[in-house]
């Protein structure tokens, strides 16, 4: 399958651009890079983290890829930064200083694609002021070990891949890491919501590896809608109710886009 990851940074710039976003870019990429987080590998990563992703550069790639023949099966896009609702209610990403970019765009850009959209930004009425500096942060997955199994890491894929070709083709998924009129916090540790979607992700990694330990399944998975259910309310504890990460747009169908894969190496096919 084509699979192809964006990840979306956009800090404002100016004195008071965002720190945290940047922290997430780095929690973001080591995630997904595991083996775990689906082993999306360089070439399938593109990193806007200048703010300087736009439509055009959405709609440009898909282009050539229909042009070369090789249409994209899947797109996840993380966005991390400054967001607000426009005076008439639709959602808004400033992807660059003084440029936004609204969801209904990118919707209609990818309609024929699945698409998984996780965005941390706020969801106020206009534009809001946000920032500050971060210092002192923790890093929830260190990049991946270039040594770990590589076969473990194609298994993985395999899975990973397998999962996402369940779902209908042109199924989307959106996630926001509040509701309609809230705004998005940030912490030591970057976007409150992203870090507890990963840390979430993380708890469990740790608890199907456990499970492996007295079962014979062949492997464990997470589907994105459990995680950010999950990360949703550890969200709302934390910032006494005010904050409410948000299932925006999902589909009806069983089968859900994944974001954990764990599998019981033991039981692994390792082609031997």
Not at 136 to 142: A, D, E, I, R, Y
Not at 238 to 249: A, C, F, K, M, S
Not at 250 to 265: K, T, Y
């Amino acid at each position: 399958m084509n699979r192809k990851l964006f990840i979306i940074i956009s800090d404002g710039g100016g004195v008071n651009a965002l720190t945290g976003v940047h922290l997430d870019e780095q929690n973001y990429i080591n995630f997904f890079k595991s083996p775990e987080g689906g082993a999306w590998k360089n070439d399938e990563i593109l990193v806007f983290n200048n703010n300087n992703f736009s439509l055009q550069c959405l709609s440009e790639f898909l282009h050539v890829c229909r042009l070369n023949g090789t249409a994209i099966d899947y797109i996840m896009m993380v966005y991390c930064g400054h967001g607000f609702t426009d005076e008439y209610g639709n959602i808004q990403f400033q992807v660059q200083p003084q440029i936004n970019l609204s969801l209904n765009e990118i919707l209609v850009t990818v309609s024929d694609i699945r698409l998984l959209l996780i965005a941390d930004s706020c969801r106020a009425v206009y534009n809001l002021h946000e920032g500050g500096r971060i210092r002192g942060v923790q890093q929830l997955f260190q990049p991946s070990d270039e040594r770990q199994s590589e076969i473990y890491a194609n298994i993985c894929r395999q899975i990973y891949n397998e999962l996402i070709m369940n779902t209908p083709q042109n199924m989307k998924t959106i996630l926001f890491a509040d509701s309609y009129g809230e705004t998005a916090a940030e912490n030591r540790n970057g976007g409150l919501y992203s870090y507890q979607l990963l840390s979430t992700a993380k708890n469990m990694i740790d608890e199907f590896n456990e499970r492996h330990q007295h079962t014979n399944v062949r492997y464990y998975d997470g589907d994105i809608i459990s995680c950010h259910n999950i990360a949703s309310r550890k969200v709302s504890n934390l910032t006494n109710d005010t904050q409410h990460p948000e299932i925006y747009w999902r589909c009806r169908s069983v089968a859900q886009l994944p974001f954990v894969v764990c599998p019981n190496w033991h039981l692994q096919d390792l082609g031997e």
